[in-house]
């Protein structure tokens, strides 16, 4: 029998792409979303996370094998503005999702992120202390020590700066400042905030191989590089054959709440590679490449 996945935040760039992947290889999928205006081309329900007993009939109906959960209020300056929503949405929902799991002995893999972290001196391992700096940060380490906390079998999936072209629903980073490049348009960039890019298709197949083999404890999920957004920016243009002359120089110090921005994010991706190492060690230029073969300009 194949594993029932229940994905919340199915209409995100991580979770539309990952429901479409898992569906394609026979698994039997139901997404979760909320306000997305269009339907997901695999199994939904659409409904409010916050509604407790929603979501409980949901789990007693569908019986999931393997619950992803994505969903989050994930931007760290609306997280910083409504602290309340930000407790309700990454905390309160990650528990509830977390008992309904444990009762029916579901292997659960919860999407945290670097912002657990200081971000001061990057390249965390699995094994550095979080330290977080602001609202989201605190409000997901929070959720970490739910999980944690509930059973070994979790997996704690770490999601770095997650890039590339998804699958039409949920849109990432580079996927608006592409659309921005084509136009024409100049774009600034930082050249001193530092990250782990993780192509999404890249993303997807370390959590259908951690499906797979069950992986539990705390794993990073960031590609093999660390770069800046500039040093980002710069490889999307070239995988585009794009001029560089649409991409600026700028410093994440002069942004009007730089305080709550994290300088260095980056992973240290020693124990991804050792488990998936026929994933884990593509750069960014080469999923933008791949995305760009595929793209019909």
Request: glycine share 10%; with cysteine.
């Amino acid at each position: 029998m194949n594993d029932r996945v229940l994905i919340s935040g199915a209409s995100g760039l991580l979770g539309s792409t990952l429901g479409i992947k898992l569906s394609a290889s026979g698994y039997d999928v139901l997404g979760i979303r909320h306000s997305h205006p269009r339907n997901l081309p695999f199994p939904e329900v659409i409904l409010d996370l916050t509604d407790n007993h929603v979501l409980s009939g949901v789990f007693r109906d569908f019986k999931p094998t393997t619950v992803v959960h994505c969903a989050a209020l994930s931007k760290v300056l609306e997280c910083q503005k409504n602290p309340e929503t930000a407790h309700t949405l990454n905390v309160a929902v990650t528990r509830k999702f977390t008992e309904l799991a444990d009762d029916i002995k579901s292997y659960l893999i919860f999407i945290s992120t670097d912002q657990v972290f200081d971000g001061k001196s990057g390249r965390f391992s699995e094994t550095d202390i979080p330290a977080p700096t602001h609202v989201y940060g605190q409000t997901k380490l929070e959720a970490e020590n739910i999980v944690a906390g509930s059973s070994s079998d979790n997996l704690i999936l770490r999601s770095n700066n997650i890039v590339g072209n998804g699958a039409g629903w949920g849109a990432g980073f580079t996927e608006g400042l592409l659309q921005k490049f084509l136009a024409k348009e100049s774009v600034s960039l930082f050249t001193d905030q530092f990250r782990s890019p993780i192509c999404v298709d890249i993303m997807t197949n370390v959590i259908s191989g951690c499906i797979r083999k069950r992986i539990g404890g705390i794993l990073h999920g960031g590609g093999p590089e660390r770069l800046s957004r500039y040093d980002t920016g710069t490889k999307l243009l070239s995988a585009y054959g794009l001029s560089p002359e649409l991409l600026q120089s700028s410093s994440f110090k002069s942004h009007p709440q730089a305080e709550f921005l994290h300088e260095d994010g980056s992973f240290d991706t020693t124990k991804l590679k050792s488990l998936f190492p026929e994933y884990a060690n593509e750069t960014i230029y080469e999923g933008f490449r791949r995305d760009a073969a595929a793209r019909t300009i």
